[in-house]
């Protein structure tokens, strides 16, 4: 993997924006308030803009991990330990501290949500966002509504493993991915209606497609090796096709080539100081988790106000995620190259 981008910053930068866009509707106000709404005339809200950021980030890096696997085992593996530690340790500490900002009628350890929710978020699929008695008078009645893209994630993942199968033929990876973000754009762009509101494991179509679009182009990028992409003037003709597509609002009919060409550009061009940011952690994951119950709880005890709210929320999920990083997420990571099986039985069953 290539070392020397901006990518730790660009995904700290996108868990910032979850967490600014988030102080909105959690303080009681809405999304539509902020600048950036305002300026692309309703196209594009921070939160949003951030999620998109990071499906393109994973669908390129997760393409290249799964390439460098020795089989799917150890991809899995991978995906696992990035992903359930951190979330595993954040259910719990949730759990653990709910209690103190119980207001149900029944007592806390008589609620069956209390006993669901710690299970049911670790499972992924079957998604709990509340527990009866928790921030009900909040503005905003949810534990940690950002665990919901999770899942999708996830889904990714065992998606793009598939092409496990054909990873000694780029030219087959390539034609497969390529007809494969066609056919989301096409969908996306023509039949959004007829899917935007079915579900499959809870996951709703519109999210499906929005999400998955991103993070397929992503891959197919990592597939035609867009690193090596230095050209300045590419990235010059991206950003003036980008605010053409936002002035004349058609963003939305674009975006799904044109943001991940672009976050990826700035992303393989080193700048000082942000190509070396990563030196602190890969804060985002932690940031990302926490930041939404510690915003509620901020809520819950001092009724801040919006930028009261992103004020505080900003410095403790920091820190939050600088702890959730340094203490669990790269401890796990270490056991990347541990093998399960010995001798990797289940690679050579997989190859064979």
């Known amino acids: 993997m290539i070392k020397n981008n901006n990518f730790d910053f660009l995904r700290f930068l996108f868990a910032i924006f979850v967490v600014i866009s988030h102080a909105y509707p959690l303080s009681g106000g809405h999304e539509s308030s902020q600048w950036i709404y305002q300026v692309t005339n309703g196209q594009i809200v921070l939160a949003r803009l951030g999620l998109d950021g990071f499906f393109i980030i994973s669908g390129f890096f997760i393409f290249q991990s ?17 992903l359930f530690p951190a979330l595993f340790i954040v259910l719990l500490i949730t759990i653990l501290l709910a209690q103190f900002v119980y207001e149900g009628v029944i007592p806390f350890y008589k609620n069956k949500e209390v006993y669901t929710y710690f299970p049911n978020n670790l499972s992924l699929y079957n998604f709990q966002a509340v527990i009866k008695g928790i921030f009900d008078n909040n503005p905003y009645h949810s534990i940690n509504r ?3 893209t999770i899942r999708y994630e996830f889904s990714l993942y065992v998606a793009l493993s598939l092409l496990y199968f054909f990873r000694n033929n780029k030219k087959v990876i390539r034609i497969l991915l390529l007809i494969c973000l066609m056919t989301l754009i096409i969908i996306y762009n023509f039949f959004l209606s007829r899917f935007a509101g079915s579900s499959i494991f809870g996951m709703i179509g ?16 990592a597939a035609f090796n867009f690193e090596k992409v230095k050209n300045k003037w590419v990235l010059l003709t991206v950003v ?8 004349f609002n058609f963003y939305n009919n674009t975006k799904h080539i044109i943001l991940p060409i672009f976050i990826l550009l700035i992303g393989f061009t080193p700048l000082t100081f942000f190509s070396t940011f990563g030196k602190i952690g890969d804060l985002s994951y932690g940031i990302y988790i926490y930041s939404f119950p510690i915003q509620q709880t901020l809520i819950y005890y001092y009724k801040l106000n919006v930028y009261q709210l992103m004020f505080w929320s900003l410095i403790i999920s920091i820190a939050f995620g600088y702890f959730s990083w340094h203490l669990i997420e790269k401890k796990a990571l270490r056991y ?3 093998s399960i099986f010995k001798k990797d039985k289940f690679n050579k069953i997989v190859e064979n």
């Open 66 to 82: 799964l390439q460098r696997s020795k089989g799917l085992l150890d991809y899995f593996k991978k995906r696992f330990l990035r």
């Open 146 to 148: 950002s665990l919901w």
């Open 206 to 221: 519109y999210e499906i497609l929005d999400l998955g679009t991103f993070f397929v182009c992503g891959s197919l990028l």
């Open 240 to 247: 003036l096709i980008l605010m053409a597509s936002i002035y």
């Open 336 to 338: 990347k190259k541990t």
